[in-house]
DNA sequence: GTGAAAGCGCTAACAT
DNA sequence: ATGTTAGCGCTTTCAC
C-alpha cells in the first residue's frame, strides 16, 4: 500500500507537503505541485480513508437512512437516494446506506463512531423515534419529510398542503363540484407519515373554500382494493368527476376500472395524481399530475446538510446556517387525464 | 468524545484489555468484562470508526456499487440494496452506496483508500469496464449479473436461461405452439447487460426443441410501445397465444391492450411474466410468473463476499474460497394469466 | 488473564 | 512556500 510518506520521498517534499497539495489548504508553488502531483499518479496513491478521518475527525460519510417501512413507493425512495449519493459526491462526500431493521440506534452508532459526520433521514414520521438523537446531536442532520414538531430541526420535503390546494384550483377551474381522493394505503397514514395527511388537508381547506365536496378514501395498491374503492365512492357520489389520486401503485389500476366501467377519462372523470413525472407521462392516459420532486429532494437535503457542516467547520467565522424547514413548491402539469366537468350531472 | 483509554481507566483496566473485551479475539475473566462492559454503557462509549480502521485495517464497509443506466427497474435495485444493507449489518458491516456518475473510478477510489474492504457490483455488463480492477485488487468481490468471461470472478444472479426454458415449458405443456417474447428496452440489450439475452436464448432453446415457433420482440415500458409490439406481433404471427414478458413496466399496459382488443387472459391468450412476486400478485390479472429474487440475490451477494473476507484474514489456515458463479434456480408460480391453448388456431 | 508500548497513515499546529 | 512533529484512538505484538 503507497503511503503519503512514500509520495513525499518521490517527490522529494515533506509529508506535509503532499497533505497540502491534497487538501489545498495552504499555497504551494506550482513546481512543487506538480512534481506531488506527478509521483502521486506514479505510485497510484489513495490517502488512506480510516487515517484521515482518525487525523482530521471528519469521515467525508453522509449517513442516509431510510428505515422502509410498509407501503412506502420505492422508486422515489431510491430517486432520492441516487440523487444524494450523486449530489454527495459533488461535495466530495461519500454515502453510507442505513436500512431500518437495526432502529433509531443506529444513528447513534454511526454518529457516534464518527462513521459519518451528517446525516439524512427518509421515510419520517410525525413523532419519528430518531428525533431524539437528532437534537443531542452536534451533527448536520436534515430530515425528508416533516415531523408533528420541527422545532430546532432542519427539514426538506415537497409542500404536501398545497398541492392538494394546488388540485383542488385546477379542477374547480374546469368546473368539478364533486371532488374524491384515492389516497395511500390506511397503514401509510395509521403510520401518520404525515405527508398523506398534509395533502388531504390541503384539498379539504381549498375545496371548504371554493364549495365544492370531497370523499377521501385510503386504499392499497391492490386490483381489488381500487376497485371497491371506486365503487364506494361512486356508490356515496354518484355525482363525482373530479378524482385526486396519491398513490402510484393504484393509477394504472384505476385508470383500467374507470375504462371498463364505461367512464371516460377525461370525459366523464378527470383525474389528477401526485406522483413521479415519469409514472404520470408513462400511463395509458397521461396524467395530469403534480410531480414528487425526489430528486430535487435528495439535492437539497445534500445541500443544506453539507452548509452545515461548513459552517460548524468554520467555528464562530461564519455565521452559523439556521434550522429551517424547506417546503418545495408545487407545480402542477396538465397532461390529458383532467378536462372540463361533464354539463349534465346529478345532485349528487 | 469518549475514547477507549477512558473506559479503560473507568474501569481500572489497560486499554488493550478493553480493545479485547471489545473484539472478543482473547480470553477475559468474567468479573473484568463485566467492569468494562459497565464502563463502557455508562460511559456511552463509541469505539471511533476511523481509528479502528487505521488500526486493523479493516473498516467494515461493503462498497455496493449500482451504476443505474438508463432503463433499469429501480425497485428491483433497490430491493437487492436494502437486502445487502440488512445482511451486511448481520455480518457487523454497513453499506457504501456508490451510483454511476463517476464511473469505474469510484470502486478504485473506495478500494485503494481503504474506505471499503469488499465490493458488490450491480448492473454488470459483458464487458464490464469495472472487471479489470475487480481482477487485479485483493479485495473480495461479488457480481450481481454475469459478464461474458466470468474466469476468477465470482457471481450471483438469477439463471435467466433457466427462466426461459421454464416459461416455455409451462407454456408448451398447456398446448401453445406460437410464442412471443415481449423483452425489455432495445437499450437493455444494445447495452449488452446479458440478462435480457440469457432468457431469450433460454427461450429460443427450448422452444427449438419442442418444435415451438418464437418472437422476440424488445419494448419499452410506454403505453404506445407497449401497443406497438403487440401489434406486430399478432401481425405477424396471427396464431400467437403464449406471451412471455420480461419487463416490469410493459405488463399493466400489455394486459390492459389485450383487454381492449378482446384478447381474454388466459382464454385466447397466455401470459408469463419474469418479474418480481409482488409485481406478479397485484396486477389486474394475477401473473403466472417466474419471480426475480431480489433479496436472495442481495443476501447471497453479502454472504459470499464475506465468505471471502474471511478466508483471506485467515491467511493460510482456512481453506480459501474458489471464485464461482451461483445461478439461482428460477421457480415458476401458476396464477391466473395462463391456461390451456385455444384449441381452434389459425395455422399463423 | 492482563499490561505496556509500538505503530497504523494522516492532519494541523508550530516552526522557519 | 515548505519542513518538523505531535498526536488522532485503536489494535496487536511482546512481555509477564
Given at each position: 500500500m503507497v503511503t503519503l510518506a512514500e509520495v513525499a520521498r518521490h517527490a522529494g517534499v515533506s509529508a506535509s507537503t503532499v497533505s497540502y497539495v491534497l487538501s489545498g489548504k495552504r499555497t504551494i508553488s506550482t513546481p512543487t505541485r506538480e512534481r506531488v502531483e506527478r509521483s502521486i499518479r506514479e505510485l497510484g496513491y489513495h490517502p488512506n480513508a480510516g487515517a484521515r478521518a482518525l487525523a482530521s475527525s471528519?469521515?467525508?460519510?453522509?449517513?442516509?437512512?431510510?428505515?422502509?417501512?410498509?407501503?412506502?413507493?420505492?422508486?422515489?425512495?431510491?430517486e432520492i437516494a441516487?440523487?444524494?449519493a450523486t449530489t454527495a459526491r459533488e461535495h466530495a462526500?461519500?454515502?453510507?446506506?442505513?436500512?431500518?431493521?437495526?432502529?433509531?440506534?443506529?444513528?447513534?452508532?454511526?454518529?457516534?463512531?464518527?462513521?459519518a459526520d451528517a446525516m439524512i433521514l427518509m421515510d419520517v414520521e410525525l413523532e419519528d423515534q430518531r428525533l431524539p438523537l437528532v437534537r443531542e446531536t452536534s451533527r448536520p442532520s436534515v430530515l425528508i419529510g416533516l415531523p408533528s414538531d420541527t422545532t430546532g430541526l432542519t427539514c426538506v420535503d415537497l409542500d404536501f398542503a398545497a398541492t392538494g390546494r394546488l388540485c383542488v384550483d385546477h379542477l374547480a377551474r374546469l368546473g368539478?363540484?364533486?371532488?374524491?381522493?384515492v389516497g395511500e394505503a390506511a397503514a401509510v397514514y395509521e403510520r401518520r407519515t404525515g405527508f398523506a395527511e398534509r395533502t388531504v388537508r390541503g384539498v379539504r381547506e381549498r375545496a371548504d373554500e371554493l364549495g365544492l365536496r370531497v370523499l377521501h378514501r385510503p386504499c392499497d395498491g391492490s386490483y381489488e382494493s381500487?376497485?371497491?374503492?371506486?365503487?364506494?365512492?361512486?356508490d356515496e357520489r354518484p355525482g363525482t368527476t373530479g378524482l385526486v389520486v396519491q398513490n402510484e401503485a393504484a393509477i394504472e389500476p384505476l385508470l383500467s376500472l374507470l375504462r371498463q366501467q364505461g367512464r371516460a377519462v377525461p370525459e366523464d372523470v378527470s383525474v389528477v395524481a401526485v406522483c413521479p413525472e415519469q409514472v404520470a407521462a408513462g400511463t395509458s392516459v397521461a396524467l395530469t399530475s403534480v410531480a414528487i420532486p425526489a430528486q430535487q429532494m435528495g439535492r437539497l437535503a445534500v445541500e443544506s446538510v453539507m452548509a452545515m457542516a461548513r459552517a460548524s467547520a468554520a467555528g464562530g467565522?461564519?455565521?452559523?446556517?439556521?434550522?429551517?424547514?424547506?417546503?418545495?413548491?408545487?407545480?402542477?402539469?396538465?397532461r390529458a387525464s383532467t378536462g372540463p366537468a361533464p354539463a349534465a350531472r346529478r345532485a349528487g
Open positions: 471528519r469521515s467525508h460519510i453522509i449517513a442516509l437512512m431510510m428505515p422502509l417501512r410498509t407501503e412506502m413507493y420505492l422508486p422515489v425512495m431510491m441516487i440523487a444524494v462526500h461519500d454515502v453510507l446506506l442505513l436500512t431500518g431493521q437495526e432502529g433509531p440506534e443506529a444513528a447513534r452508532r454511526v454518529v457516534g463512531s464518527g462513521l368539478h363540484r364533486d371532488l374524491a381522493v381500487v376497485a371497491g374503492t371506486l365503487a364506494r365512492i361512486f467565522d461564519a455565521e452559523p446556517v439556521e434550522p429551517r424547514v424547506e417546503l418545495l413548491p408545487p407545480a402542477l402539469t396538465v
